[in-house]
């Protein structure tokens, strides 16, 4: 630890033996946190040591006490994940807790308890792990900030499948999924950009977060995280690789480092940028309903099926048959949204459907204490643009998940119907004929051999009907609005 105005080395730490990828701070600073390679959290604590007087050389002679010396104190560490870690962070609580969480390559998510944390008793976790993730790895979280009458403590996360997930803190429960930039690759920091709060003349957390990707990209994107593409920017920072970004403490720079480029650069941030992007979103937007906002996402042929299949799952929930007058409310019962959303060729899990169902039955419950069975269908279409992947199953990953649960690249037919009956979230006898029944036909799975060798080739061409590879090109779109202007723009480069 430098001393930020002489640069003299102030503190040294050599608790571990294994690189460091993380270092955090506490918003007072009389905390820090980092976690190494070896998937360590270590956490120490600021302290002044108050040094006794010497005494003096003479009767009447006085000397003056030495100053207080300043020192960090190691609390301890605890080995938290099995795989890399992916994000640390620091936050006080709604109720004036100090809060550390972590997340890692092993889906897991972990808080600490620093409550009775000391270097003689160390630090342990609150809790058990949480999974948060079924197939997608967190690639980093930050804490969600508490702005204009949000309570509800939060721990935001970004994963490799293009999604951000908010998870309550205290329960841990998915409380709403929705897509982030997908300008250069999955993002690997967030941060909150601080602003001036001019009730208490201090600076506070602003609605507007920092990010990074592995590679080339920094951006911005304001909150709430809704997957509106007006709210969101990215601009190329580095020919290759970005090894680290951070924000000033007063919001008006960020600075970026480099890899192989060995380039440091300070950004001048301007989110007034952004706020005009989205105003102009907004006006292009009346009478059109805000999922209008989102049609860049979805293809219109799509739009189309949505919007038939969401008018017929109103008449089927009234009933197919029924000879009473039709009542077309413009809502849809939230039990509806697993078939909704799988007859437009999105697949989600059981899990996921349930996450979906409870974004929309809990999404005014902080605010109003009340809760929402029906959804609407501009809301629907942003659910859907929200949830439904990024981008196709490929038969590589096919194939992945092929030799994942058979441990090898072929097995026969009668081992895979085995494992999808027994692992993971495993399905019925009903549930597999019926799904072999769309797939092939009514009969056509009694005619499989259950001798019959399956290859993941032979499982994406022969059941799920696969057609040959076809590489998609995937631009990177550096989010400029029509102006060229983007929220950032380069101040220093060194």
């Known amino acids: 630890v430098s001393d930020p105005d002489s640069l003299q ?78 994000g640390l962070e620091f936050t006080v609580r709604e109720d004036g807790r100090l809060a ?46 508490l ?19 908010q998870w309550n803190a205290d329960n841990k429960s998915c409380r709403r999924t929705s897509l982030c930039p997908t300008y250069g690759g999955p ?58 970004v951070t924000v000033s403490s007063d919001g008006r720079y960020c600075m970026s480092a480099g890899g192989e480029d060995r380039c440091v650069n300070i950004w001048q941030i301007s989110t007034k940028a952004l706020d005009v992007k989205y105003e102009e979103a907004v006006t292009r937007a009346e009478g059109l309903g805000s999922a209008s906002m989102y049609s860049e996402l979805i293809d219109q042929e799509v739009k189309e099926d949505l919007i038939d299949y969401f008018y017929y799952a109103q008449l089927r929930t009234q009933g197919e048959d029924t000879m009473e007058e039709r009542k077309i409310t413009g809502l849809v019962p939230l039990k509806e949204l697993p078939n909704l959303v799988r007859a437009l060729g999105y697949y989600p899990s059981e899990e996921e459907c349930a996450n979906m169902i409870a974004e929309v039955y809990y999404a005014n419950f902080t605010e109003t204490g009340e809760t929402c069975d029906t959804i609407d269908l501009d809301t629907f279409i942003k659910l859907y643009i929200n949830h439904k992947p990024v981008f196709g199953t490929s038969k590589a990953e096919i194939a992945e998940a092929f030799d994942s649960i058979g441990k090898g690249s072929h097995m026969s037919w009668a081992k895979l119907v085995g494992l999808l009956k027994e692992k993971g979230e495993v399905m019925t006898e009903d549930d597999l004929k019926n799904i072999m029944k769309a797939l092939l036909g009514k009969g056509a799975e009694d005619e499989i051999n259950p001798t019959e060798i399956m290859t993941a080739e032979k499982f994406s061409d022969k059941i799920l009907g696969f057609d040959e590879d076809v590489e998609e090109e995937k631009d990177l779109d550096i989010g400029l609005d029509e102006t060229g202007v983007t929220g950032l723009s380069l101040a220093v480069y060194v």
């Open 9 to 86: 080395e102030m503190a040294s730490f050599a608790h571990g033996d294994s690189p460091i990828t993380f270092i955090r701070f506490s918003p007072d600073s009389s905390w820090m946190a980092f976690a190494d390679t070896s998937n360590y959290v270590y956490v120490l604590n600021f302290a002044i040591i108050e040094e006794p007087a010497p005494q003096p050389e003479d009767d009447d002679g006085s000397v003056e006490p030495s100053p207080p010396t300043p020192t960090w104190n190691y609390v301890g560490r605890v080995k938290s994940h099995t795989r890399a870690i992916t």
């Open 100 to 145: 550390l969480v972590s997340v890692a390559e092993d889906r897991m998510l972990v808080e600490y308890d620093l409550s009775e944390a000391t270097p003689e008793t160390g630090f342990k976790l609150r809790g058990e792990p949480t999974k948060i993730e079924q197939v997608a790895v967190p690639t980093a979280c930050m804490w969600h900030p």
């Open 187 to 244: 993002l690997t920091s967030l941060q909150t950009i601080p602003a001036i709060n001019p009730e208490r003349n201090q600076y506070g957390p602003s609605p507007y977060v920092l990010y990074s990707t592995a590679e080339k990209v920094v951006g911005i994107v304001k909150i709430p995280l809704d997957g509106n593409p007006n709210k969101a920017m990215g601009l190329i920072a580095h020919p290759t690789a970005i090894s680290s």
């Open 147 to 165: 702005l204009g009458g949000d309570f509800e403590d939060r721990v935001v996360t970004a994963n490799n499948e293009f999604k951000f997930k």
